[in-house]
Every structure is written in structure tokens, then in C-alpha cells.
């Protein structure tokens, strides 16, 4: 009975130093620094990383980050100095370098996102609205950078915080602004368009009417030059007919009567009642006698 007392206590006496151990080591990672608090107080700071012995009990450890963290808030709606509304969406690199300020002012990592989060859109706010639209578009642009920059690393500061490098990635016209322009282009657009058919529509009438009226000059002209050369045509038809008629006059005669016989007797179904005598069978009857 004696004996199992004995390694009853032995064994409560092994857990309960166990247990005094493991309540006075903490281990501190590579990536890590941390602070020893003592009812809720700092007491100590930890920047190198290793196995590190505290009070049991009466000590606890807080842990923070020590490498390059990032931010990413939403985007926010800004008024630049033209009245302009932009919608800027930024991003944020920063380091915890002085973990006893943090603790004291944030205590925790989602507090100091939340808090480094008010200080960077304020900072926007804050030059953002001494600017105009065209100079953020400017050569101005990686000054105005710098000035947020500036403004977010002085006060962030205040937190045991240093801010690495702030970004603006996107910076965008509100919904409703860009709907508004693209209506108001699309309408110049159109307009524009009315503009240069009304145009096309009145050069093509123009052209066309050129085209008519040089159509109708060069018809007239064709005309009167086929008139001019029908006439000298004519003209020295007949003056070569008379040349000719006046050097041979029975011998026109002759042929006009051969010509009349062709026109009148060489149509089929032909009736002609004519006298004997007469004059349109002169050189007819001449033939005739000849042919007895």
C-alpha cells in the first residue's frame, strides 16, 4: 500500500513539473518577434528566434509577424479637387517594427489592418482632393504617389508600423459616371455619323449632277457634230450629184427611170395603171422596141 503511494506521487510530482516546464518555454519562429507580458504588461521583447524560457503562470507571450505584410482594402470612392469622382483602389506593403507601440496602440494584427486601412484611404482623401483629374493623369502622377506615401508612412508611424510602399492599382470613374459617358460619346458618335452621311449624301447629288450636266454637254456636242458632218456630207453629195448630172444630163434621166421602175415594179402585189404614152415608160418602151 505504502508502495503504490509512493509512485502515485512520483508520477503526480513528474506531471506537475511537466507541466511547470511547458508553461516556461515558448518558442520563437524565424519569421516571428514576440513580447513577454506580465499581468497583461510588457515586460520584455523578443527579436531572435529560438527556444525561450518565461515566468509559469504569471507570463504569457504575444506573437507577431515579422515580415512584409500587405493590405488590400476595398475601393473607395474619392473627390478630387475638379470635382471629379474616382474610384481608387490601393494596396499597401508594411513591416511591424516596433512591436511594443504596436501592442500598446492596436494590440492585435486585425486591429492594425483595420487602422492602417483608415490611415491610407485618409491619406488618399487628403491629396487626392488638393488635385485634378488631369494632373493625376500627368507627368504629376509619381509625385502625388509620393506624397500618399509620404502621408501613410508618418502616420502609421504612431502604430510601431513602417509602411514599405503604397500603390494605387486601379483608379476608375464610378459606374453611373462612365455609363453617363459612354451615353454622351455614343450620342456624339452618332451625330458625328448623321453629319458625315448627310454630307456623303450631299457630295454624292453634287457629283452626280456634275455628271449629268457634263452627260448632256457631251450628247449636245456629239449631236452637233454628227449634224455639222451630215451636212458637209450631204452638202458634197449633192455638189458631186450636180457635177455629175451636168456633164451627162440623158444619162441622169436614164438612171433616175431605172430607179423609179426598181422602187415601183419591184414591190410584190404592185398595181400601176398607167398610159401607154406617158412619160414614166419612156425609156421602157425604148427597151421593149429594142428587144423586137
Known amino acids: 500500500m505504502t508502495k503504490n503511494i509512493f509512485w502515485q506521487s512520483l508520477v503526480v510530482i513528474f506531471g506537475a513539473v511537466l507541466i511547470l516546464l511547458f508553461s516556461s518555454v515558448y518558442l520563437v519562429y524565424q519569421p516571428e518577434q514576440a513580447i513577454v507580458l506580465q499581468f497583461g504588461e510588457p515586460v520584455r521583447l523578443v527579436n531572435e528566434p529560438g527556444l525561450k524560457f518565461k515566468v509559469p503562470f504569471i507570463q504569457n507571450v504575444v506573437f507577431y509577424d515579422a515580415r512584409l505584410l500587405n493590405l488590400d482594402p476595398p475601393a473607395q470612392e474619392v473627390v478630387l479637387n475638379d470635382k471629379k469622382r474616382l474610384d481608387v ?3 499597401t506593403r508594411y513591416r511591424i517594427i516596433d512591436p511594443l507601440k504596436f501592442y500598446q496602440t492596436v494590440r492585435t494584427e486585425e486591429q492594425a489592418r483595420s487602422k492602417l486601412a483608415e490611415i491610407v484611404n485618409s491619406s488618399l482623401r487628403k491629396v487626392l482632393g488638393r488635385v485634378t483629374l488631369t ?16 502621408t501613410v508612412k508618418k502616420d502609421a508611424e504612431a502604430i510601431g508600423v513602417s509602411v514599405a510602399d503604397v500603390r494605387i492599382r486601379r483608379a476608375d470613374l464610378p459606374i453611373e459616371v462612365m455609363q453617363a459617358i459612354n451615353h454622351r460619346m455614343r450620342t456624339e458618335r452618332e451625330r458625328d455619323a448623321k453629319e458625315f452621311r448627310a454630307k456623303g449624301q450631299q457630295q454624292a447629288q453634287n457629283i452626280r449632277a456634275t455628271a449629268d450636266k457634263e452627260a448632256t454637254i457631251i450628247v449636245a456636242e456629239a449631236e452637233k457634230n454628227a449634224q455639222i458632218t451630215r451636212g458637209e456630207g450631204d452638202n458634197e453629195a449633192v455638189t458631186l450629184w450636180n457635177k455629175t448630172v451636168g456633164q451627162d444630163v440623158d444619162f441622169y434621166e436614164f438612171y433616175r427611170s431605172l430607179d423609179a421602175y426598181r422602187k415601183s415594179l419591184g414591190q410584190e402585189d404592185t398595181s400601176l395603171v398607167l398610159s401607154p404614152d406617158s412619160a414614166f415608160f419612156k425609156y421602157f418602151n425604148k427597151m421593149m422596141k429594142v428587144d423586137q
Open 135 to 150: 494632373e493625376l493623369l500627368s507627368e504629376q502622377r509619381t509625385q502625388i504617389m509620393q506624397d500618399i506615401s509620404s
Open 89 to 91: 483602389d490601393s494596396f
